[in-house]
Nanobody, 113 residues
């Protein structure tokens, strides 16, 4: 199973970006986006369960939206009203049956003030 993240870039504060993660196969119990800055631990940004229920870290609630297109094996993260604290490398993640973890490569998001 491979996950491929894209959509990162440089954006001004207040702007928006849409991250996309495609995967080649697999049925995931949970899909998520994490982010990490240098010297910091990777943190959970948003997740979506197989039921469709979603969960967000407090600092992105109301600004970010996670969604998926099951038919197209694609995960999205819509990010609005970005601020410099959102600057990080973002990783997509999938938890498959048997609690197997899969990670995509990171995509860098830089928010300038």
């Amino acid at each position: 199973v491979q996950l491929q993240a894209s959509g990162g870039g440089v954006v001004q504060a207040g702007g928006s970006l849409r991250l996309v993660c495609t995967y080649n196969r697999g049925v995931f119990m949970r899909l998520a986006w994490y982010r990490q800055t240098p010297g910091q631990e990777r943190e959970l940004v948003a997740s979506i369960a197989s039921s469709g229920s979603t969960n967000y870290m407090d600092s992105v609630k109301g600004r970010f939206s996670i969604s998926r297109d099951i038919a197209k094996n694609t995960l999205f993260l819509e990010m609005n009203n970005l601020n410099p604290d959102d600057t990080a490398t973002y990783y997509c993640y999938g938890q498959a049956l048997g609690y197997l973890d899969y990670w995509g490569q990171g995509t860098l998001v830089t928010v300038s003030s």
